[in-house]
C-alpha cells in the first residue's frame, strides 16, 4: 500500500533521563541521546515504513546539515525523500527534548522550513495514485491553506485515496486555521488539546462530533492514558490505552497515525483502527524518540492482542 505523508518534518534530539538545565558549564551524564525523523509527516512516514507500507514523504527542509541527517534517517528507513523540497534561506525544522525521568518532554523547537511549504511542492498526481495521503501537520504549514491543494485533495479523493489529518501544534490561532481542512479529509486524530481548541468545547466527547460535524467520516481524540475517543456515524466509544511502562511519550501521536492508517488500508473498521493505532502508540511509548521499539507490524498486532 502507497501512502503519501505530507506536511511537517521536523529533527529531534532527545535525551534521556534529564531533571533540569546544568548549572554554568557543568555536565549531567544521561543514559541516552538520539537523533530521530519527526514530526506530524516525517515521523508518521517512518512509523508507517516500519509497519510495512510504501511511503513517499513530502514537506520542505533546509539545506543544511540538519537536512542531511533527516534524509538520511528517513531514507534508512525505506521512505522515499523524492517529494522533499530543500530550502536555501530556511534551516530544517529541529527540536531538542530533554525527556524527563516521568516521560515528559518539554521541547526548544525551531519551526524552519516547514512555514515555507505551499501546493507548488506537491506534485498533482502522487496524490491521487496513494492509496493513502496523511496530512501531518497543517497547522504548521499553513501555505497549503490554498484553494489549489483543496482541489487536489477532493480529485484524490474522488479516485478513492484516503485522506487522514493530524496536528502539531497546540497553539489555538494555528488549530483554528486547521479546521478548513477538515471538509477535505476522511479521518481526523488531534489530541485532546488540539480537540478543544478546534472546536471550542470543554467536553471530549462533543469535541469529537463537532469534529464529525465539520466533514470528515471520522474523527479520533487522542488522550493518552486515558485511551481514545472515536467518533463516527455510529456514534462515540472509548478505546482504552494499553498498560505499558511509559519511557518517553515523543511521537505516540505519530505512531498511532501509523497504525490506524495501516489498518484502514487492509480493510479494518474505524474502531479496529484506533486499536492498531493505540497499539503502536503504546511501543513506541517504552523507548526514547518516535521510532522507538517499532520493529513491524507483527510486534504491534501482537500487543494488540
Not at 14 to 23: Q, Y
Not at 56 to 82: H, Q
Request: a negative charge; one cysteine or more.
Amino acid at each position: 500500500m502507497t501512502v503519501v505523508t505530507l506536511g511537517a518534518h521536523i529533527l529531534d534530539v532527545l535525551a534521556r533521563p534529564v531533571e533540569g538545565i546544568p548549572d554554568g558549564q557543568d555536565t549531567v551524564v544521561v543514559e541516552e541521546i538520539r537523533a530521530t525523523a519527526a514530526g506530524a509527516a516525517a515521523g508518521t512516514a517512518v512509523a508507517l515504513a516500519r509497519l510495512g507500507n510504501e511511503v513517499v514523504s513530502v514537506g520542505a527542509i533546509g539545506d543544511d546539515d540538519l537536512g542531511d541527517l533527516l534524509v538520511a534517517i528517513m531514507n534508512r528507513n525505506g521512505v522515499d525523500v523524492t517529494g522533499l523540497v530543500r530550502r536555501t534561506a530556511d534551516q530544517t525544522s529541529a527540536s531538542v527534548l530533554p525527556i524527563r525521568g516521568d516521560g515528559g518532554r518539554p521541547s526548544l523547537h525551531v519551526p524552519g522550513a516547514n512555514l515555507t511549504l505551499t501546493p507548488a511542492a506537491v506534485e498533482r498526481g502522487l496524490l491521487v495514485a496513494a492509496d493513502a495521503v496523511h496530512l501531518g501537520g497543517p497547522d504548521v504549514t499553513s501555505g497549503l491553506n490554498d484553494p489549489a491543494f483543496f482541489a487536489m485533495l477532493t480529485a484524490a479523493r474522488a479516485g478513492g485515496t484516503i485522506v487522514t489529518m493530524d496536528l502539531l501544534s497546540n497553539l489555538p490561532d494555528l488549530l483554528k486555521g486547521a479546521t478548513a481542512f477538515l471538509p477535505y479529509v476522511d479521518h481526523v486524530l488531534p489530541n485532546l488539546e488540539q480537540a478543544l481548541a478546534m472546536t471550542g468545547e470543554t467536553d471530549p466527547a462533543d469535541a469529537a462530533r463537532a469534529l464529525l460535524a465539520a466533514g470528515p467520516a471520522s474523527a479520533t481524540v487522542t488522550m493518552g492514558a486515558a485511551g481514545s475517543l472515536v467518533a463516527t456515524a455510529g456514534g462515540v466509544e472509548t478505546v482504552r490505552a494499553l498498560p505499558v511502562d511509559v519511557v518517553d511519550t515523543t511521537g505516540c501521536g505519530d505512531a498511532y497515525c501509523a497504525g490506524f492508517i495501516t489498518a484502514l488500508l487492509r480493510g479494518r473498521d474505524v474502531p479496529e483502527a484506533s486499536r492498531w493505532g493505540t497499539a503502536a502508540a503504546a511501543t513506541v511509548a517504552q523507548g526514547l524518540g518516535s521510532d522507538a521499539g517499532l520493529t513491524d507490524l507483527s510486534t504491534v498486532l501482537a500487543l494488540n492482542g
